[in-house]
């Protein structure tokens, strides 16, 4: 096994004022290359913390991240952000797509940001469009498409540089149930060709797609549940 991700010790703490909130407490964890994990856990405990984390999108206060054996809390602000737009693909729930950016060049900008040939961009944006469905939408714009096929766009932004790591924070969460599973049958797609993939998610029924389940719970791992099982995971959940 290949352990892409590695997280030890990991700490996260906001501070406003006088006020302190310990988010993460000590996390540890790894992540094989090719699989498929899912974050769960109520609110506040920590799951979008550590995905940001993870993605280098924040700083810990305290630990470790190493994604493909490079340590993202060591590195300065120019080399993470290198780093992310490379090797990293990131999927939100409420898309951040720009508005006033065609759906073919939403997906193009972050391969011609990493300084991608403008034609090679082009061709690979065109081949994902199609292969998620919405190539006969790439010249539009996405204030004009459904939030699935938004949805679909975003993906294609996030794996148009072949990221090492796709990371999603709840991508079915501003979708109703259909486009969620359509949009999760694409995740669950990409990973069984060697995607690795961790999604932070409210929903049992998503989180059975993943391999593995973590349970969160006030700023700690508090159980590892195998995917696949809707009902023990919504029982599990119950629970906190």
Known sequence: M???????GLRKV????????E???????????GDFVAIMGPSGSGKSTL?????????PTAGTVQVGGRKLHALNETALAKFRRRQIGFIFQFF?????????????????LAGGDRRRVRERAERLLERLGIGAQAHKYPWGLSGGQQQRVAIARALINEPTLLLADEPTGNLDSTSGQEVLDILEEFNRQGQTT????????????AKTVLVLQDG?????????????????????
């Open 220 to 240: 700690r791992i508090v159980d590892r549940v195998p995917g696949g099982d809707v009902r023990r995971i919504a029982h599990r959940l119950t629970d906190l």
């Open 198 to 209: 961790l999604i932070v998610t409210h929903d049992a029924r998503a989180a059975a797609r």
């Open 96 to 112: 951040n797509l720009i508005d006033n950016l065609t759906v073919q060049a939403n997906v193009e900008l972050p391969a011609l």
């Open 51 to 59: 995905l940001h984390l993870v993605g280098g999108l924040d700083r």
């Open 23 to 33: 988010a993460l407490k000590g996390i540890s964890l790894e992540v094989a290359a």
């Open 14 to 21: 906001y501070r406003t004022g006088e006020v302190t909130f």
């Open 2 to 8: 290949t352990v892409l991700v590695r997280v030890a």
